[in-house]
């Protein structure tokens, strides 16, 4: 059964920086891409950033290029999403994704406002 657990998520000033994780367990993680989506109230979910499994390619919201990074530890079963410069754009709950598996996390909160 795959399980992934987010945090990390809170409340940050614009030009913040935040470090989601997400812990993977019920598969082998260093197999398969993992992925971040976000959803922000009254929007749709969307793509922020995704890494494949092998070599660590990675593709990025035009939103979010330049200041978002995605990285994977194997070791640890746990993908990141590093934020910077944040702004109150980016405010939404964060979701990690398992795309081969189409199963989500619970989601972790992040709030960027002065």
């Known amino acids: 059964q795959v399980q992934l657990v987010e945090s990390g998520g809170g409340l940050v000033q614009p030009g913040g920086s935040l470090r989601l994780s997400c812990i993977a367990s019920g598969f082998t993680f260093s197999s398969y891409p993992m992925s971040w989506y976000r959803q922000a109230p009254g929007k749709r979910r969307e793509l922020v950033a995704v890494?494949?499994?092998?070599?660590?390619?990675?593709n990025y919201a035009e939103s979010v290029k330049g200041r978002f990074t995605i990285s994977r530890d194997n070791a640890k079963n746990t993908v990141y999403l590093q934020m910077d410069s944040l702004k109150p754009e980016d405010t939404a709950m964060y979701y990690c994704?398992?795309?081969?598996?189409?199963?989500w996390g619970q989601g972790t909160q992040v709030t960027v406002s002065s």
């Open positions: 890494i494949t499994a092998f070599r660590d390619s990675t």
């Open positions: 994704y398992a795309p081969h598996s189409g199963s």
